[in-house]
């Protein structure tokens, strides 16, 4: 199973982007799919997931509000949506998946991932 995501850039504070990630060489509908950020000097942290079947989603109390997170089993691809963006939002963000439910929502129980795309928001 393959991850890519896309959409990252730089924006201006109370701005927003919208992340994609698209994956390949799995069954999509299976995995819950979940969204992740590190900071730079920070741990990575938990974003936002959806569960596999789309009926649950789940956020980090920083972003409730502001982000939402969707995904199109057509398109095998998942949605970060972020609006009222802040400096503190800057991170490189990462896609992940595990298949079936994800209840510890822990980096370290992904089963797969991709490499990060970098969001900067300017003050």
């Known amino acids: 199973v393959q991850l890519q995501a896309s959409g990252g850039g730089l924006v201006q504070a109370r701005g927003s982007l919208t992340l994609s990630c698209a994956v390949s060489?799995?069954?999509?509908?299976?995995?819950?799919m979940g969204w992740f950020r590190q900071a730079p000097g920070k741990e990575r942290e938990f974003v936002a997931v959806?569960?596999?079947?789309?009926?649950?989603?789940s956020y980090v109390d920083s972003v409730k509000g502001r982000f939402t997170i969707s995904r199109d089993d057509a398109k095998n691809t998942v949605y970060l949506q972020m609006n009222s963006l802040k400096p503190e939002d800057t991170a490189v963000y990462y896609c992940?998946?595990?298949?079936?439910?994800?209840?510890?929502?822990?980096?370290?129980?992904?089963?797969?991932w991709g490499h990060g795309t970098q969001v900067t928001v300017s003050s």
């Open positions: 060489g799995g069954t999509f509908s299976r995995y819950s």
């Open positions: 992940t998946a595990k298949l079936g439910h994800w209840g510890t929502l822990k980096w370290s129980d992904s089963d797969y």
């Open positions: 959806i569960s596999w079947s789309g009926g649950g989603t």
